[in-house]
Antibody, heavy 122, light 110 residues
């Protein structure tokens, strides 16, 4: 059974840092492109970043470029999102999601985690 | 505001057919394929349609997608109460080199 489980969310002050993790099971982690997507409270979905299976191809949304860093550890079946210089507008539920092998583009995501809430506030 | 434009709300009665539009530009929908997601209250999004009009295994054929030029549509036929949810379109934007979502459409089943 495919499972993605995010962790690492919490309350952080503006300017602070957090590291989110996405632990996966039920599929061959190293075969898949993965993405982070966030959803501010009561708002819509926002694509944040994706990483290729080898970790060599990475893209970011302009809203997080230079502040967030995506990475993965294929030996540990885990993906990460290092978030620095956090702002109030980064407050959101953060989801990790998988691009299925039958899709060849980034915004095709067939399996999602339950999300982890990040709150940026003083 | 979102790069892809959706109506904020839509509604229909049980059994009806409803459509939700998604308008983009040459750099996203015009050049790339569209996905659609359903998000039930308190849940993670679920992939409904990929590559404009393909359904993942398990998605009822009441859901269908289409694309023409720089716009796409999601159609739901035989509307059911459990279809009440938020629906999002998504595509890759070549100019931004980023994924983009529509602002979402809240579907109410009357």
């Amino acid at each position: 059974q495919v499972q993605l489980v995010e962790s690492g969310g919490g309350l952080v002050q503006p300017g602070g840092s957090l590291r989110l993790s996405c632990a996966v099971s039920g599929f061959t982690f190293s075969d898949y492109y993965l993405s982070w997507i966030r959803q501010a409270p009561g708002k819509g979905l926002e694509w944040i970043s994706y990483i290729s299976p080898s970790g060599t191809t990475i893209y970011y949304a302009d809203s997080v470029k230079g502040r967030f860093t995506i990475s993965r550890d294929n030996a540990k079946n885990s993906m990460f999102l290092q978030m620095n210089s956090l702002r109030a507008e980064d407050t959101a539920v953060y989801y990790c999601a998988r691009r299925p092998l039958y899709c060849s583009y980034t915004t095709c995501l067939d399996s999602w985690g339950q999300g982890t809430l990040v709150t940026v506030s003083s | 505001h979102s790069v892809l434009t959706q109506p904020p709300s839509a509604s229909g009665t049980p059994g009806q057919r409803v459509t939700i539009s998604c308008s983009g530009s040459d750099s996203n929908i015009g050049l790339n394929t569209v996905s659609w997601y359903q998000q039930l209250p308190g849940a993670a999004p679920k992939l409904l349609i990929y590559t404009n009009n393909q359904r993942p295994s398990g998605v009822p054929d009441r859901f269908s997608g289409s694309k023409s030029g720089t716009s796409a549509s999601l159609a739901i036929s035989g509307l059911q109460s459990e279809d009440e949810a938020d629906y999002y379109c998504a595509a890759w934007d070549g100019s931004l080199s980023a994924g983009v979502f529509g602002g979402g459409t809240k579907l109410t089943v009357l």
